[in-house]
């Protein structure tokens, strides 16, 4: 699996942080620190794309809302494909939670 590339102890214990995080504000600060705002604008791009390919949107449709490069949406699409299925984790918790929200 490819997650496995992944592990180590110096990632483990920059997940375990993030972990701790226990609010969006905390993430907004934790994240500011630790990551460009490019980083992070291109992090979160990517599960916009990963989200409007899981609605069946177009390459260009994703393109004109997100700006997102025709490799980068090619990516993400590998990735909910063939991927560690991390994209569709969060994005099934997200989903759960605005229903949860709009009830």
């Not at 214990?13 to 291109?42: G, H, P």
């Not at 979160?44 to 809302?65: C, F, H, P, W």
């Not at 099934?92 to 709009?102: A, F, M, N, W």
């Amino acid at each position: 699996m490819q997650i496995d590339k992944l592990r180590g102890e110096q990632l483990d214990r920059f997940f375990d942080a993030i972990l701790t995080l226990k609010n969006r504000e905390e993430c907004y600060q934790f994240f500011d620190d630790v990551a460009t705002m490019n980083e992070i604008k291109s992090l979160s791009q990517r599960l916009k794309v990963a989200q409007m390919l899981r609605e069946g949107k177009t390459y260009n449709a994703i393109d004109q809302e997100t700006k997102a490069s025709t490799a980068t949406i090619s990516r993400v699409r590998r990735c909910l494909k063939y991927g560690s299925d991390g994209y569709n984790l969060v994005l099934g918790r997200l989903e759960e939670k605005d229903q949860s929200t709009d009830e």
